[in-house]
Each structure stands twice: as C-alpha cells, then as structure tokens.
C-alpha cells in the first residue's frame, strides 16, 4: 500500500487458476479496474511500479542497498530464494541467494571476517499461539556486540520487548549457569549484561499478527 500511493504508476499482475488478472493504480487510485488479460501456467503475484517524481528528488535505484534488503530476507525465510537483477548498464547484474540454514547462516555471515569462539551456531525457535520467534547465536573474539532484531522481516532497529527480553534472559541465563558450575560464587555480584555479549553475534526473529 505504501509502494502504491508513492508511485507515479503501479502494476499488479496476479497468475491464478490458469488465467492472469491485472490491476493499475496511480499514486494509490484505481486507474484500471481488475481484469483477466491473458493465460498462464504459472502461479505468483508480479507487482511493477515507477516511484513518484514528486514524491522523490532522486529516484535512482541503488543496487547494494536493495541487494543487501533482499540478502536479509533470504536469510530470515530458510529456503526462500530470491534474486535481484539490476539491468540498467550494458553488463547487468545478478545474484541469487538461498539460506536452508535461515538465521543460523545469517549469524554465520555476520561472522565471516571474525575469529569465531565456537563454529556450531546455538539456535533455538519456540512459538505460541499465532506468534513464534527464532533466535540464532555465535561468539566471536571482538570486544563489540551485534545484535540485529526483526519483527514481521522488518529491522526493528530502535529495539523492542523482544531485544530487551533476549538480552535480560542471556545475561540471567550465563550467570544461573556460571553459578552452577561454581565459576561464580553464589554471593557474588553475577556478570553484567556487557559483560555476557561482549562479542556476540544475535539474530532475533519474531513473527507476530497485531
């Protein structure tokens, strides 16, 4: 919907039950009516748009900043592949990219120029009700933390109850267990939460209805 009321003119073709229904919009009206306009075997949603120029002063496609966007999705669809073409020069440009390991090879890439503290990824996923969340770890040798959240495929990057969470329950988690195996003596202050993730790579997935 956003697309569609920033665009000068927006296409949507939609290939069903053998027949190709196609709809046109411009910034968000309806400027043809839903109709049947061919034959197709194929199924799938083909959705072609120009941005604005009144909305946008510069409307040039940048082909890192979208190829990046859809390396994200891959990696948070486990199997999805997706491929972005960029046609505008004499030599065009392709690439396409599919995760089977979702998170756990995003948490991996994260790490590709790192010392990693451990090569398996700990991954755990759980779900309740309509909601679900997957979380993928890895340690590195580095002093900084990584920690990228999304909701819906969306970078949550201001954070969120779903950040705050994971990171109060890591730090709680390490410490209960530091306790345990007597590292920590029980009266002891426990370690911080910079302490715990200090070099930590953290992918968080959350796919939620409202």
Aim: glycine share 8%; charged share 25%; hydrophobic share 35%.
């Amino acid at each position: 919907s956003v697309v569609n009321a920033l665009s000068e003119w927006l296409t949507v073709r939609v290939h069903k039950n053998g027949q190709i229904h196609e709809m046109k919009f411009s910034r968000g009206h309806i400027t043809q009516e839903m109709k049947i306009v061919g034959k197709t075997e194929k199924t799938g949603t083909e959705v072609t748009f120009q941005p604005d120029p009144e909305m946008f002063d510069d409307t040039i496609y940048s082909y890192e900043i979208l190829r990046d966007r859809m390396r994200e999705e891959a990696f948070l669809n486990a199997g999805l592949s997706i491929t972005i073409s960029d046609n505008r020069e004499a030599e065009p440009k392709t690439q396409t990219m599919c995760y089977e390991g979702g998170i756990r090879e995003f948490a991996t890439w994260t790490n590709r120029h790192k010392t990693v503290i451990h090569q398996d990824v700990i991954y755990m996923h759980g779900s309740k009700g309509d909601a679900s969340a997957e979380l993928a770890i890895q340690y590195n040798d580095s002093y900084s933390e990584t920690v990228m959240t999304f909701a819906n495929n969306m970078n949550t990057i201001e954070g969120g109850t779903h950040e705050t969470g994971f990171k109060s329950a890591l730090t709680k988690a390490i410490n209960d267990y530091a306790r345990k195996i007597k590292a920590i003596k029980p009266d002891d202050k426990g370690l911080s939460g910079d302490d715990v993730r200090e070099g930590l790579v953290a992918i968080i997935s959350v796919k939620l209805t409202d």
